[in-house]
């Protein structure tokens, strides 16, 4: 079975601009997450979506948003870009919205902002 | 405010050690714990995890670890480590409320071992 799949998997943009990244989750899963990990630390909790309804929410500015669709599939999206989002943004995915907890990860999209 | 702590941000050892790595966790209500593992190269994978039920939980590849209600710790540990081990490992707590999950991590320990 296909795991988590993201896209893209590197990104170069510059402060000011908006970037949109995407996830699959893993079939039958209609939970999806959304952490960053910035170097040296360890993932953070951004959204978490559930049959297209925002769950729970980290301690992130508004100018972080996701969307998630009938598919299951999500959308983060980021507009105005600080060089403090330079990170790695991880999907996770889960079969529901409160269970155990236990998360299926992709490999990330390493976003640099210049 | 919720937290995890890894004791050791760095740890290096020799083929066939033993390995204990430390978590402490900060949370009032009813824990979930995970070690998760990042091997060079790839995502984040469950190494092993605790619900409920016996406090002494194995995982993958011969880790386990050991939940200390008292001591708010979750601490893993490998009586023998392989190169293969050499790989970032991750303590996370379920802190999600009102129906969701959200893993609060911790800072994560690299380990290193050489042959």
């Known amino acids: 079975d296909a795991g988590v799949t993201q896209s893209p998997t590197h990104l170069i943009k510059t402060r000011g601009q908006h970037v949109t990244l995407r996830c699959s989750p893993i079939?039958?899963?209609?939970?999806v997450s959304w952490y960053q990990q910035v170097l040296g630390q360890g993932p953070q909790f951004i959204f978490q979506y559930y049959e297209k309804e925002e769950r729970g929410r980290g301690n992130f500015p508004d100018r972080f948003s996701a969307r998630q669709f009938p598919n299951y599939s999500s959308e983060l999206n980021v507009n105005a870009l600080l060089l403090g989002d330079s990170a790695l943004y991880l999907c996770?995915?889960?079969?529901?919205?409160?269970?155990?907890?236990?998360?299926?990860f992709g490999e990330g999209s390493r976003l640099t902002v210049l | 405010a919720q937290s995890v702590s890894q004791h050791n941000h760095h740890v290096i050892l020799s083929e066939a050690a033993s390995l204990e790595l430390g978590c402490n966790y900060s949370?009032?209500?009813?824990?979930?714990l995970f070690w998760y593992v990042q091997y060079p190269g790839q995502h984040l994978q469950l190494l092993l995890k605790?619900?409920?039920?016996?406090?002494l939980v194995k995982g993958i590849k011969g880790f386990e670890a050991e939940f200390i209600k008292s001591k708010f710790s979750f601490n893993l540990r490998k009586p023998s480590v392989q190169w293969s081990d050499t790989a970032e490992y991750f303590c996370?707590?379920?802190?999600?409320?009102?129906?969701?999950?959200?893993?609060?991590f911790g800072a994560g320990t690299r380990l290193a071992v050489h042959p």
């Open positions: 996770a995915s889960s079969r529901r919205d409160r269970d155990t907890g236990e998360l299926f």
């Open positions: 079939s039958g899963h209609k939970s």
């Open positions: 996370a707590v379920n802190a999600g409320s009102g129906g969701y999950n959200k893993l609060i």
């Open positions: 605790y619900f409920s039920g016996d406090p």
């Open positions: 949370y009032g209500g009813t824990v979930n």
